[in-house]
């Protein structure tokens, strides 16, 4: 458990937001969130990260601070993706429960209670489902759906709608989950190691009215690949003998079994066998094998190095912007 993990919340609600060139829509957010969380009547904090915007997004929000002592602003120095905004909010969090959402006012602020209701039913993560989602179907929506399917299929936590980024988390799961490449999406299943319990309820989904989307097809193609990274993290992160070592075995075993059956061919029946492809095979697959042993050790030690080492983030942080304490206090 890391350091971030030994500390205790001592909020009622972080709510974090990744925000990339949105200058047209963070006032309206900001204003709806507090709207929405201050008739809750709990303690909570607003966690607005700055992901190198380029467009006036961080001066706004500089502006926005001065009016919000709930509201703290962290800027990054370039533009290092929506997995670093999430993980940056993730670690500055000091609520009980977290919950995300995108900045696009696509997502609606006024279903965040439906999503602390159903946490108050013992769940550890609620993920929003766009049931009517809002995007076009050849771009956004048929990507979504044969990714959210192989998703479900790959790492047996089954949900419609991975990629709503409407979602509340417990500060233990937060805490103890380490995003890369865009593996914020995969945070239900990076956190089903731990046990947790997850559900999905419906949330209302809005077209995007200002701005520009930042996503394609290129980023379901990323996903993918990310998808293999999960697979192997939830499977084999502690154990890659295990993977590597199946697959050196097989490949050593068969190219023994080759190499068996022609020593009986030239031994025995007293043939030739140097023309013969099955002897080129035998050899490839025993080479082969010995590689994907020597991998597996050579994984078992990076793996002792990696949890023995300190943590290194996936963002560099240029600011933080919060109101003075004194002002938070009165």
């Excluded at 190219?255 to 020593?263: E, K, N």
């Amino acid at each position: 458990m890391d350091s971030q993990s030994r500390t205790v919340p001592d909020l009622d609600l972080s709510v974090v937001i990744p925000i990339y060139n949105e200058v047209e829509n963070v006032a309206e957010l900001h204003s709806r969130l507090r709207t929405v969380l201050d008739e809750l009547g709990l303690s909570y904090e607003i966690i607005a990260v700055d992901d190198g915007s380029t467009d006036g997004t961080g001066k706004l929000l500089r502006s926005l601070v001065a009016e919000d002592p709930h509201l703290k602003v962290v800027r990054f120095r370039r533009n290092f993706g929506q997995t670093a905004g999430f993980a940056a909010g993730f670690d500055l969090a000091r609520g009980q429960t977290v919950i995300t959402i995108d900045a696009d006012l696509q997502n609606d602020p006024a279903d965040i209670p439906l999503l602390l209701d159903k946490m108050a039913e013992g769940y550890d993560v609620v993920s929003g489902w766009r049931l009517h989602r809002q995007d076009p179907f050849i771009t956004r929506k048929l990507p979504s759906m044969i990714a959210n399917r192989l998703i479900s299929w790959v790492t047996g936590v089954h949900l419609h709608d991975y990629g709503c980024s409407l979602k509340a988390y417990d500060w233990y799961v937060v805490k103890n989950v380490r995003l890369y490449g865009e593996l914020h999406r995969f945070i239900p299943a990076l956190a089903s190691y731990m046990g947790v319990r997850v559900a999905e309820i419906p949330v209302r989904h809005y077209p995007r009215q200002r701005g520009k989307s930042k996503y394609g097809i290129s980023r379901t193609l990323r996903v993918i690949l990310d998808l293999l990274t999960v697979r192997f993290l939830l499977s084999y992160s502690a154990r890659p003998m295990q993977l590597f070592g199946l697959l050196g075995l097989g490949a050593f075993g068969g190219g023994f079994i080759i190499a068996a059956y022609l020593s009986v061919v030239k031994l025995v029946l007293k043939r030739s066998i140097g023309d013969r492809p099955l002897l080129l095979l035998a050899i490839l697959l025993i080479m082969v094998g010995i590689q994907l042993l020597t991998m597996g050790l050579l994984g078992e030690l990076v793996v002792r190095t990696y949890h023995e080492t300190q943590d290194k983030t996936i963002y560099v942080i240029r600011e933080i912007i919060e109101a003075p304490q004194s002002h938070k206090e009165g």
